[in-house]
């Protein structure tokens, strides 16, 4: 089964994810500029949710970090060992996974790496279990005591503990959002969610604030500015899409049909009120969607990007928003005319402006009151009646 989530939300004047130069990143689509929010950048404000809202146990989560060696190194410490040879056991048990360490930073890896809590947890129990053989490795090792060990110099089946540890630790964020390491292919994950990049449905320009600070004991009698600069911003409505693949999820989970449940669930939460952090203390962009679409199916994914191909603009007395979800609305008609419903199990749309649906009100979408029914409603389809979770994973 799939989910798909489809939102419509207008930013006032803001810079929400910007580029190698400081301005709002931006793409062409249908021969204009739109602006545009990162896919990376999204996912990023959905798992920093996860958190902050307390959508997920902790257990539940995961870690992206080069600073494995270090927190490993700390837990040994907490634990009573000696923490010059707590570094050089988690170095060991590191370099036994062939993660590399950073040649000029070698407390760091050489790339960020995506580990459930869990999994660090299960990794510094091994370093403890196995600590005195960790200590004696000697690298240096030679005939047939080498023949026995890794290339590393750890013990076979230290190495062979450590690798199998590597299986997601039952982390939703990982679960949906996919794990590769470069020099482990074989312990990646498969994400069980696409997140697109947000476009906006209309054209944009980019617009500059120029602004000043003084010099608060600045003399009376001097006159000027100590600081003067410009950020780029822009006001933009955007479409946004992603979609989930419970089977996947649930593979990904091990099995664990309940905690996928509960994933989803966190998930669509987060996702809509999920907002990028960039330059939010200067403009305080925290507009919520003014529509939430969710669509449950056994095959076949459908974005609505193509609605906007001609730039939504103010019309007929509709304003940008209204003209974005009747464009969307019409789009979703025209595909369902021409694919038909076949395969879709239902779905369900929540926005402020019910006047602009004509579509979506017709089988199989429901208009539905508030986010929450949105949400409650593509679990029941998705997983069955009983799917509704409380807030937070099942420990």
Request: with cysteine; proline share 4%; net charge negative.
């Amino acid at each position: 089964m799939f989910v798909e989530l489809h939102v419509i939300q207008h930013f006032a004047p803001s810079n929400l994810n910007r580029d190698d130069t400081g301005a709002p990143k931006d793409c062409e689509f249908g021969g204009v500029r739109r602006a545009r929010i990162s896919s990376q950048c999204i996912k990023r404000a959905i798992r920093t949710t996860f958190q902050r809202e307390q959508l997920l146990s902790p257990e539940h989560q995961a870690i992206r970090t080069k600073r494995l060696l270090g927190e490993l190194a700390d837990r040994l410490v907490a634990a009573g060992k000696d923490r010059e040879q707590a570094l050089a056991v988690a170095q060991r048990l590191i370099e036994s996974l062939g993660l590399a360490l950073a040649t000029r930073q070698p407390e760091k890896t050489e790339y960020l790496v995506f580990l459930g809590r869990h999994e660090v947890e299960r990794l510094a129990n091994l370093a403890a279990e196995a600590w005195d053989a960790l200590v004696a490795v000697d690298d240096a090792r030679s005939g047939e005591q080498q023949r026995k060990k890794s290339r590393s110099g750890i013990p076979s089946e230290i190495s062979r503990a450590a690798h199998q540890i590597l299986d997601g630790g039952k982390a939703v964020d990982l679960a949906l959002f996919g794990r590769m390491l470069a020099d482990l292919p074989e312990r990646n994950i498969d994400a069980a969610c696409q997140v697109a990049h947000a476009i906006s449905t209309n054209r944009v320009t980019m617009e500059f604030d120029y602004y000043t600070a003084v010099d608060d004991l600045l003399p009376e009698e001097t006159a000027g500015a100590d600081m003067i600069g410009t950020v780029e911003f822009n006001s933009a409505c955007y479409y946004r899409y992603l979609n989930v693949d419970t089977e996947q999820l649930v593979s990904n989970l091990q099995g664990d049909t309940d905690l996928a449940k509960a994933g989803l669930h966190a998930l669509l939460q987060a996702a809509v009120s999920a907002i990028p952090t960039g330059k939010q203390n200067s403009f305080a962009a925290q507009n919520p969607p003014s529509l939430v679409f969710a669509v449950v199916r056994q095959r076949g994914l459908w974005s609505l990007a193509n609605a906007f191909v001609e730039p939504a603009r103010p019309r007929d007395g509709r304003d940008l928003v209204q003209e974005s979800i009747r464009k969307l609305d019409t789009y979703w008609g025209r595909l369902v005319g021409m694919y038909g419903a076949d395969g879709i199990q239902g779905g369900w749309v929540a926005t402020h402006e019910p006047d602009q649906l004509q579509a979506l009100r017709s089988a199989p979408c429901h208009p539905v009151k508030t986010v929450s029914h949105v949400i409650e409603q593509a679990l029941s389809a998705a997983f069955g009646a009983d799917s509704h979770q409380q807030k937070g994973a099942p420990a």
